[in-house]
């Protein structure tokens, strides 16, 4: 497999970000995770890179603008050409969906970067001297639970919210 790292975004990403959102948001109006959204829901309008880098370097401090108020760490996950193929967000403290939110590319799925990126932010998670990791995918999201599964996750929960069924998955570091 092509050699893959995880990193913090900053300046220098600006056009592979562009290029990366410019084409998932022709292909799935909806971008997981979240965070990588270049669209303000509360401003009705898609940012500047240099606002939307702003706001990532707010939630790794506070986390104030998040619902959960929790600290949190988005992180690129990009290969050896510096194309971003997908992001992981690490919730510093346990929320109610999980330690980390992730997602890749459409155009890069069932590859296995999402297995790959999850390993590489399990590492992260270590680093964070955290023992135990919770990921919260809906029952129906089968790429993510078999990447967790992949990863040692074990079912822990399952639970019906806002119209959804979600699993709750434990990986023991």
């Known amino acids: 497999m092509e050699r893959l790292f995880l990193t913090i975004p900053n300046a220098s990403h600006e056009a592979a970000y562009t290029n ?19 669209y303000s829901d509360k401003e009705k309008r898609t940012v500047p ?37 997908g992001s992981i967000v690490l919730n510093h403290a346990a929320t109610h969906r999980g330690h980390l939110h992730a997602g890749i590319a459409p155009w890069h799925r069932a590859k296995g970067l999402g ?4 390993k590489l932010a399990l590492e992260k998670c270590r680093q964070r001297n955290l023992l135990q990791v919770e990921i919260v995918p809906y029952k129906n999201n089968v790429g993510a639970i078999k990447t967790i599964l992949n990863n040692g996750g074990k079912l822990v929960e399952e639970f019906y919210e806002n119209g959804l069924w979600s699993q709750r998955y434990r990986i023991d570091l």
């Open 20 to 38: 990366l959102m410019d084409r998932w948001e022709k292909l799935e109006s909806t971008i997981s995770p979240s965070l990588l959204s270049r």
């Open 49 to 85: 890179y240099a606002t939307w880098l702003q706001w990532c370097e707010d939630d790794r401090a506070t986390g104030s603008a998040l619902a959960t108020h929790v600290p949190c760490t988005l992180y690129f996950l990009m290969n050896g050409t510096n194309e971003i193929l």
């Open 115 to 118: 297995t790959a990126m999850l």
